[in-house]
């Protein structure tokens, strides 16, 4: 029985080295047995009444644990409470009275006479950087219109298409025209407008015709001083310390605890008002420091993954990994997860380093999911991680058909489009002059039934996030510069264009990043994750001068939302569809038929015009020389002719 020999190990303590005490419970930890006697089901965290408070922890390990109460938010003075332990490794007290807005952390002291300080893991409220943990009565996070907020509608998934947004840098240049720059409610602000007199903010993201929001995190990160307002004071926030807190630096009022969870729910109504849903960033595969984190605050030891010679693995890249193999890790995530859903309406998660976490964890996720609403989106990078997981176990895009309806960032269609970005970033892709490519751009684009199972084992195009941007990497402007070197701007822009109509068109579900549809630069900053605002705000000037590419954008959303064709359900429906004509020489030319409707499509990749037979038929163009015709350019094609098409551009014909 592990309970014997942890009760033993605290008789121990005081009388033995602490070393030898230290060494003992970490082997303890660490076999499967300390789960199944000690996996807690019950509540944890602050249980909140107007009439009394509840405190639950789960710390097995530790032989006392204290809350220390404050009396104020930052100040000194605190009641101190002694918990009392109570089944499977549960530490509890009631106390008395209306606790709404107490400061709190926990005293913790374990048998290798180690004494740790630690805030909640299950807080919902922090106060500034944090630093102690916060009750609140839900029911005071409440704001105007919230118990009336809805999830937009989505009458078919198919139609999900997600723009990739960060919270401050949508509204943190002075051309945003938005009042709170760089928060929550900068993005509630309508009617904010360019120089040029053109949306920005919410109502930029709500006119460009895509369903979904995924927003860069928004829960409480650790490397940016939430009261200091300085461009440079910036990170974007995959170094977690609150999973359940939003983070305050996006607050107007960080010092109070209340002002971030009320203005995030603000913005996330203001969201849903204008059609869009929201998807949460989250990253629950490592944290900011081991030391300094509530997880191992309160169980040193437990929530991680680690070596045979007992250091932390670092498949993650930031120096450790979660266990979410743990039942109370697995909990963890799921808690967390169903809370944003049920407390924020988040509608939809994207899993940071997703192949961190095992198959098992991620299916319970997708459940519990699905309990709350089976619309709300799932999915992450699957990418094979070197941690202390078998890879059979880890929840990768090879092994997606073990994970049905969690999707996956497909890196097989950026790299094929634009080129890889290992090592000097400088290899090119379809757009950007490789020969050979064709055949991997069609398989992606087609909604990778062709790849290779060790790529992926996918069941539907449904789990592939087809993009060529996102955060990470240089945006796709930068990428060509640096693959393809000084280049006539028009090129750039033509070769840009190329891609994007492929994501916009592709099967599966297409991804863009922020200002892809106008060219934003990073400034040739391949990982700008510190850089400041300076390099990483949306540059609405930009927008401004590249109004024709905004609108191609938007008219090539607008074709795929109203042409079933490509937005296909299954891989039999894909097969049945697409005829493939051409698909050598930078040229790729395909056939599709849904319903009565049929269409040509040709991607050009050549730097100069083309000529292709057009099959039998009466075309009419939809689109070519990459923008969508008017109504008053009609433009009639007979089959059986050449068809040209402009270099490096994309034409859509529709049979009559
Ligand atoms: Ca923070």
Known sequence: MIQEQLNALFQRANHEEPEVIRSALFTLLSRPEFDQEYEYTGPLGPQYTAEATTFYLWAPTAMQVDLLLFEEWYQGEYDRVRLARGERGVYQTRVGGDLDGKAYVFDLVFPDGIRHYGTDPYARASTLDSERSVVVNPRETDVPGWQADQRPSLSDMTQTVIYEANVRDLTSSDASGVTHKGTFIGLTELGTVTAAGQPTGLDYLAHL????????????????????????????????????????????????????IRELKRMIHAFHQAGLRVVMDVVYNH????????????????????????????????????????????????????????????????????????????????????????????????????????????????????????GFFNDNLRDAVRGSDWGDGRDVGFITGKWLMEQSVIHNFLGGEQLPSNVTTATSPWQLIQYVEAHDNWTLWDKIARSNGEEAPEKRERRQLLANAIIALTQGIPFFHQGQEFFDTKFGVRDSYRSGDTVNQVDWHRRDEH????????????????????HLPTYAAIRSAFHIHKADYQIIALEGQWASERYFVVFNGQDNAIDIPLPKGRWRVIAKDNRFLTEEEADWRTGEGNLHVEWLATMILKAE
């Not at 509530?294 to 266990?323: C, H, I, K, M």
């Not at 997981?389 to 997606?400: C, E, G, I, T, W």
């Open 209 to 260: 015709g895509v369903t979904h929001i995924q927003l860069m995190p928004i829960f409480d990160y650790f490397t940016v001083k939430e009261n200091l307002k300085d461009h440079n004071n910036y990170n974007w926030g995959y170094d977690p310390q609150n999973y359940n807190v939003p983070e305050g630096s996006l607050a107007t009022d960080p010092m109070n605890p209340y002002s971030r």
């Open 287 to 406: 944290v900011y420091d081991t030391e300094l984190h509530p997880l191992n605050l309160t169980v040193p030891g437990y929530y991680f993954r680690y070596t045979e010679q007992g250091a932390f693995t670092n498949g993650s890249g930031v120096g450790n990994d979660t266990a979410s193999e743990r039942a109370m890790m697995r909990r963890y995530i799921i808690d967390s997860l169903t809370l944003w859903a049920n407390h924020y309406h988040i509608d939809g998660f994207r899993v940071d380093l997703m192949g961190i976490h095992d198959i098992e964890t991620m299916n319970q996720a997708r459940q519990a999911l699905d309990r709350i609403d089976p619309t709300l989106l799932l999915y992450g990078e699957g990418w094979n991680l070197n941690t202390a997981l078998p890879d059979s176990r880890k929840a990768a895009f090879y092994n997606a058909n073990a994970l049905p309806r969690i």
């Open 547 to 566: 109004q024709q590419a905004t609108t191609y954008f938007r008219d090539l959303l607008d074709f795929r939302r109203r042409t079933p064709l490509f």
